[in-house]
């Protein structure tokens, strides 16, 4: 039984591009959950979501970024016109059922932005 | 707002030793408690956890006991290894209820051999 995959594992852009990142996760698994985090610092909460549902979102910066968990294929993670301040390694979780809460996580991706 | 605090930050202990772990979080309404492991260059991986009706939990050396009253709950590492060397984060359920974790800033644990 594959764990959460997530791709790439290390993503370098320029300041100004885009960034596109991607989690596969559990099988079996239809919750999906993005966490980023900072060098030095704990795992900070992005967005919650379900296929083809966006279901809490309160973690997200208002600008720049989102998130889609398609009905087929991985959850996206995108984000546009990267600044230096988004370098960090961004993690996905996954579980079977919201009130279950267990969360299993994929490897992440670290993203430099020069 | 959801806060977790975790200490201590660093933790260096002689092979065999015991470790522990202490956190606290703010949201009474917060009703599962996860411990993670993570690894250099790893994802953070699942070692324990607990909920709210239970007080302690174990599994082979390790333990995590909750207080709901004083909302603390700790980490314990009985015998500790070499390998047990990581960085270890504590994290609460959010209280909007939808599975979201808050996590706490993390221990870095030092198994001397």
């Known amino acids: 039984n594959a764990g959460v995959m997530q791709n790439p594992r290390h993503l370098v852009r320029r300041r100004g591009q885009e960034a596109r990142l991607r989690c596969s996760p559990m099988k079996g698994h239809s919750h999906v959950y993005w966490y980023r985090q900072l060098p030095e610092e704990g795992l900070k909460f992005m967005v919650y979501?379900?296929?083809?549902?966006?279901?809490?979102e309160s973690g997200m910066p208002k600008e720049r970024f989102s998130a889609e968990f398609p009905k087929e294929g991985p959850s996206i993670l995108r984000i546009q016109q990267v600044v230096r301040g988004d370098s960090a390694a961004y993690f996905c979780?996954?579980?079977?059922?919201?009130?279950?809460?267990?969360?299993?996580f994929g490897p992440g991706t670290r993203l430099l932005v020069l | 707002g959801e806060n977790v605090e975790q200490h201590p930050s660093t933790l260096s202990v002689q092979e065999g030793d015991s470790a522990v772990i202490k956190c606290t979080y703010s949201?009474?309404?917060?009703?599962?408690f996860p411990w993670y492991k993570q690894e250099l260059g790893k994802g953070p991986q699942l070692i324990i956890d607990?909920?709210?009706?239970?007080g302690e939990k174990k599994d082979q050396r390790i333990a995590v006991t909750l207080n709901k009253t004083a909302k603390h709950f700790s980490l314990h590492i009985t015998e500790t290894q070499p390998e047990d060397s990581a960085v270890y984060f504590c994290?609460?359920?959010?209280?909007?209820?939808?599975?979201?974790?808050?996590f706490g800033q993390g221990t870095t644990l030092q198994v001397k051999p």
């Open positions: 607990i909920r709210s009706n239970v």
């Open positions: 979501l379900q296929k083809e549902n966006i279901i809490d």
């Open positions: 994290a609460a359920s959010g209280s909007s209820n939808t599975g979201k974790l808050i």
């Open positions: 949201d009474s309404a917060s009703n599962y």
């Open positions: 979780a996954s579980s079977g059922q919201k009130y279950q809460e267990t969360q299993y």
